[in-house]
């Protein structure tokens, strides 16, 4: 008896099929790039275009968000993409090129699923640019080869700084890295970590990717990379780069809260995705504006020290580990360069779109608005090892907090920094903290001046007994 295939078998013959077809295009399209990306690499070499833009990227374009660059931008820095995919397959070489494109294909829905879910809201973008569409193979190849270039690149530059090969890069490097927190030029976290253990796994001479990207990040965190736990679900669930680097900046949650903070992040995300510009409270309550108006009176850093506040610089790795206790500040270090005020605005542009109940980064730069007033206050800050400044002079520190004013205006309503603010506040109120810290400062500073004072309190002592006894000699 002859078998006859039903319509369902034939329809999955065929998918496979086609799938099989994409996936050798995509792979011999990607390959045939190669040489015409040798010969002009060989040919003609120059700088990649840099764009004075602020909150887009200057040197490499990565995901589908990106926005339009120039087209001498776009040449020279896919030629350099190119590149450096040619050398991630040569370090992958147990991997062929088809396994990264059927890798990629199998998760292409979702990779577009994140940036809408990730980046759109209802009133960010038209309804039309929302809409999913299947797509063809073409487009969907182009997304294949789109994700499958960016990631390779990315993979590849993260080795080359982890093995210290970053000379081939020139100067590339650093902007490189400035572009890469950027929330708009991102790929998918989870499509990034699989490519890399699909390449490496196994390999000890390769980190766990999230080890890998710390490092590469090193710049803009305080944590150790050998502390840095490759399991850690709080890290490994990230989104993007941007939302590694903020969940990196926060204090890691214990095990018993773990649950409840998962579930408030999943009640915030919920929330955003209803909430409209109009829906949004047009007031605060009585409570929150009264609270505003007295922390606007807060003391400055060096009058606060005055007062007998005690600034100290804490060990946490997590820079929105700011705490008070028993009249001490601990503040962890912040190191303050060029490129500060991009990565804070970035971290702040995020939050405002994925996390409107937790915006821990614009209440921080709240409180620092409030602690530097003056350039004397920096330098208190400098001299307590909680800034360091690559600015040069103490007042770039200010204008670069001031610079975020018309975003930063108060604390949110569910700030972790509304405890301490109401902390420093009572401490304040509190007269003998100012006396007893008078004393110290201005009697007690340095050791000959303590000496000098002791003398002083001796010689009225002194002074006093024997005008008593005088007056008890003549009675």
């Not at 971290?347 to 608005?369: A, G, S, V």
Request: some cysteine; overall charge neutral.
């Amino acid at each position: 008896m002859e078998c006859v295939a039903t319509n369902s078998e034939v329809d999955t013959e065929s998918y496979s099929c086609s799938k099989e077809a994409l996936h050798k295009d995509v792979a011999e399209r990607i390959q045939s790039t190669f040489n015409s990306v040798n010969k002009y690499n060989h040919s003609k070499k120059k700088d990649i275009i840099i764009s004075d833009s602020f909150r887009r990227p200057n040197t490499v374009k990565i995901g589908l968000l990106g926005g339009d660059w120039e087209f001498g931008e776009k040449i020279e820095m896919e030629i350099l993409k190119r590149l450096y995919l040619d050398s991630f397959l040569q370090r992958a070489e147990k991997v062929s090129l088809k396994h990264f494109v059927k890798l990629i294909d199998e998760s292409a829905d979702q990779i577009v699923a994140c940036y809408e879910q990730v980046y759109c809201r209802e009133w960010d973008f038209p309804e039309s640019f929302r809409q999913r569409e299947r797509f063809t193979n073409e487009r969907l190849g182009s997304v294949i080869e789109m994700v499958l270039v960016d990631a390779s690149f990315i993979i590849e530059v993260f080795l080359r700084a982890y093995k210290k090969e970053g000379e081939s890069l020139g100067g590339k490097l650093h902007g490189i890295r400035k572009d890469l927190f950027l929330d708009c030029n991102q790929l998918p976290w989870f499509i990034l970590k699989e490519i890399y253990e699909l390449a490496f796994s196994g390999d000890p001479n390769y980190p766990s990717f999230l080890r890998l990207t710390s490092h590469f990040f090193s710049p803009y965190h305080n944590h150790k990379i050998a502390s840095i736990d490759p399991s850690a679900n709080h890290l490994e669930g990230s989104k993007h780069f941007t939302d590694l680097l903020r969940t990196l900046q926060l204090p890691f949650p214990k095990e018993n809260s773990r649950k409840e903070d998962k579930f408030q992040l999943i009640k915030a995300k919920i929330m955003s995705l209803y909430r409209k510009p109009d829906d949004l409270p047009s007031a605060k309550s009585k409570k929150q504006e009264e609270f505003q108006v007295r922390i606007e009176y807060l003391y400055s850093a060096v009058v606060l020290q005055e007062l007998g506040v005690k600034f100290k610089h804490s060990r946490s790795a997590s820079l929105a580990d700011i705490q008070f206790h028993k009249g001490e500040l601990k503040i962890p270090l912040l190191r303050v360069d060029e490129s500060t005020i991009l990565f804070f605005d970035s971290l702040i542009i995020w939050e405002q779109k994925y996390y409107p109940d937790q915006t821990h980064f614009r209440d921080y730069i709240f409180l620092m608005q409030c602690l530097l007033k003056s350039t004397e206050d920096v330098d208190l800050l400098i001299r307590r090892n909680i800034i360091i400044n690559h600015l040069g002079e103490n007042k770039a520190v200010i204008q670069l907090f001031n610079a975020f004013s018309d975003s930063v205006s108060g604390l949110g309503e569910n700030s972790c920094y509304a405890n301490i603010l109401d902390q420093l506040m009572a401490y304040n109120e509190v007269p003998h903290h100012g006396w007893i810290a008078t004393l110290k400062m201005q009697h007690f500073s340095t050791p000959w001046k303590g000496v000098a004072t002791i003398a002083a309190i001796i010689l009225l002592l002194l002074t006093l007994i024997q005008t008593i006894c005088s007056v008890i000699s003549v009675v």
